[in-house]
């Protein structure tokens, strides 16, 4: 699967001939370095939640009338795209298979945020090889320890350096993909890939520098 990085944490997934979207949000498509016309080809569109930084429901819009895309998602955020007129076919639980992806999903909680809520959240496994776990470090995604390659948000207010090194031990992939980092200017992502690569490598884990929108990695 080559998996690319747009910003964040949208990831294009290309597998068979076909692609697969996750988390299109606000940061993707805020400074017009990204736009919604280079995904017409998607397939499927995948998104583990509903905080803005992961649906962006105008950039989505644009995506599906070019695309025709699925959408899959929780009943969170059914909640907000149904009324936009947007079907969402829910997935939170087991397996489905989405042209050549197989998509495993588990519900798991958000990390926490300064709200009085969290989220219904869902964490993908896709083709048992790449764990998409959204915004969460949930024990119970341990059901998927040592997978090939692990997507690990690197910077947000939920989480500090100590505990996205300390997930991904315990997660053990072989590769490290990271994400939510599409609020920092490009010095401070170099600093903290240097910080997180020095402390990974040690374990066995390589981190893939996916820093410019449409870098990507073949796993």
Same mark, same amino acid.
């Given at each position: ?23 299109p ?39 599906l009338?070019?695309? *025709?895309? /699925? ?5 969170? @955020?059914? $909640?907000?795209?149904?009324? #936009?007129?947007? %079907? +969402? ?55 998927? *320890?040592? /997978? ?5 948000? @690197?910077? $947000?207010?939920?989480?500090? #350096?100590?505990? %996205? +090194? ?16 599409g609020y ?36």
């Amino acid at each position: 699967m080559k998996i690319t990085k747009y910003i964040h944490s949208c990831l294009l997934f290309e597998h068979g001939g076909e692609k697969l979207l996750f988390d299109p949000g606000v940061f993707t498509f805020v400074e017009d370095k990204v736009k919604p016309d280079q995904f017409a080809g998607v397939a499927t569109i995948v998104i583990t939640h509903q905080h803005p930084d992961h649906l962006n429901v105008k950039a989505l819009k644009e995506i599906l009338a070019l695309s *025709k895309a /699925t959408v899959i998602s929780n009943r969170g @955020v059914a $909640a907000i795209l149904e009324p #936009e007129g947007i %079907a +969402v076919k829910l997935h939170e639980e087991g397996t489905m298979q989405a042209g050549p992806f197989t998509l495993k999903a588990l519900a798991c909680t958000h990390q926490p945020i300064l709200a009085p809520t969290l989220p219904v959240h869902i964490a993908y496994l896709v083709n048992d090889r790449v764990l998409n776990p959204g915004d969460s470090f949930d024990p119970a995604l341990l059901a998927w *320890k040592g /997978t090939e390659a692990l997507i690990l948000p @690197v910077t $947000a207010p939920f989480l500090t #350096e100590v505990d %996205a +090194v300390a997930f991904a031990r315990r997660m053990e992939p072989k590769q490290v993909l990271p994400v939510h980092d599409g609020y920092v200017k490009d010095f401070f992502r170099k600093g903290r890939y240097d910080a997180y690569e020095q402390f990974l490598q040690k374990d066995g884990m390589k981190l893939h520098r996916l820093a410019d929108p449409g870098a990507s990695v073949d796993v």
